[in-house]
């Protein structure tokens, strides 16, 4: 099992910057992949970007250029690890509650979730 804890998420102007980090514990060498997906209210959950073990990265098309992912190496008693999205030039349309997900080699679904952080883009 793996457990995901999110945070970093707040308030920020449009044309802002934020970085959110999600910390993940638990079957730490098991995990193939890890992301970001948000969901704004009325609005279906859409990805932001994954990263692979090997690091290999895959972004929304839309967000290119304005977010970028990225990971920790694992920590030296395996313990956790943990995934960053860093926001740039936020718009107000990128008010969203981001979720963090990671899924295992033997999975195809992203299936573990944590709980999301709120970013909230406004003047």
């Known amino acids: 099992q793996v457990q995901l804890v999110e945070s970093g998420g707040g308030l920020v102007q449009p044309g802002g910057s934020l970085r959110l980090s999600c910390a993940a514990s638990?079957?730490?060498?098991?995990?193939?992949?890890m992301g970001w997906y948000r969901q704004a209210p009325g609005k279906q959950r859409e990805l932001v970007a994954t990263?692979?073990?090997?690091?290999?990265?895959?972004?929304?098309?839309?967000l290119k250029g304005r977010f970028t992912i990225s990971r920790d190496t694992i920590s030296r008693d395996n313990a956790e690890s943990t995934v960053y999205l860093q926001m740039s030039s936020l718009k107000p349309e990128d008010t969203a509650v981001y979720l963090c997900?990671?899924?295992?080699?033997?999975?195809?679904?992203?299936?573990?979730w944590g709980q999301g952080t709120q970013v909230t883009v406004s003047s």
């Open positions: 997900t990671a899924k295992l080699y033997e999975q195809l679904m992203f299936t573990f």
């Open positions: 638990g079957s730490i060498s098991r995990i193939n992949a």
């Open positions: 990263i692979t073990s090997g690091g290999s990265t895959n972004y929304a098309d839309s």
